[in-house]
Nanobody, 116 residues
Framework: QVQLVESGGGLVQPGGSLRLTCAAS????????MGWYRQTPGNERELVAS???????NYGPNVTGRFTISRDVARKIVYLQMNSLKPEDTAVYYC??????????WGQGTQVTVSS
């Protein structure tokens, strides 16, 4: 069974940092894209950052310059380093993988709360 296991969420004060980790139990060759989305109540999931086809990196709005996505390709892990966090970054963060056989996979989500 394919799994995406996320970790690293929590409560942080404004201006603080967190690092999220997602490990995929899937054949490395099956991964087309891998990255992070986030969702707040009543809203759709939005892209935070993702490795796309051809090693492109895409960042969503309002995170450029503050968030950095990185990965360990061999271990099928993707990281999201989040700096200068703001209250509006509060959300459930989801790991996402799009496979080369058309599956769109999601992790269970990890809560990030930015509050003083």
């Amino acid at each position: 069974q394919v799994q995406l296991v996320e970790s690293g969420g929590g409560l942080v004060q404004p201006g603080g940092s967190l690092r999220l980790t997602c490990a995929a139990s899937i054949a490395r060759a099956s991964i087309t894209t891998m990255g992070w989305y986030r969702q707040t109540p009543g809203n759709e999931r939005e892209l935070v950052a993702s490795f796309g086809r051809g090693n492109n990196i895409n960042y969503g709005p309002n995170v450029t310059g503050r968030f950095t996505i990185s990965r360990d390709v061999a271990r099928k892990i993707v990281y999201l380093q989040m700096n200068s966090l703001k209250p509006e970054d509060t959300a459930v963060y989801y790991c996402n993988v799009l496979t080369n056989y058309g599956a769109n996979l999601w992790g269970q989500g990890t809560q990030v709360t930015v509050s003083s």
